[in-house]
């Protein structure tokens, strides 16, 4: 079992910066992959930013310039740095673990207020 916890979530004024943190703790040698997704009321889940166990990262197109995916791996953390956050910005951001099976953290509440 992997088990993460995501961190960094709050209310932004837009225009400002956010940077979301995900720790994978249990099992991490099983992880190949690792990522964020977003969820805003009323919509699906999309997948927002991720990072490969080789370390190449990938954003989703409409997000690219305002997004940094970095990691620790001595720490088994990755982190979102989020700038230029814009009120369509606002969601719960899940982490995401790929892996044996999927894995996903509680979630964390990005507000950004106009």
């Known amino acids: 079992q992997v088990q993460l916890v995501e961190s960094g979530g709050g209310l932004v004024q837009a225009g400002g910066s956010l940077r979301l943190s995900c720790a994978a703790s249990?099992?991490?040698?099983?992880?190949?992959?690792m990522g964020w997704y977003r969820q805003a009321p009323g919509k699906q889940r999309e997948s927002v930013a991720g990072i490969t166990s080789g370390g190449i990262a990938f954003y989703a197109e409409y997000l690219k310039g305002r997004l940094t995916l970095s990691r620790d791996k001595a720490k088994n953390t990755v982190h979102l740095q989020m700038n230029s956050l814009e009120p369509e910005d606002t969601a719960v951001y899940y982490c995401?673990?790929?892996?044996?099976?999927?894995?996903w953290g509680q979630g964390t509440r990005v507000t950004v207020s106009s």
């Open positions: 249990g099992s991490i040698s099983v992880i190949n992959a």
């Open positions: 995401h673990a790929n892996g044996v099976s999927g894995y």
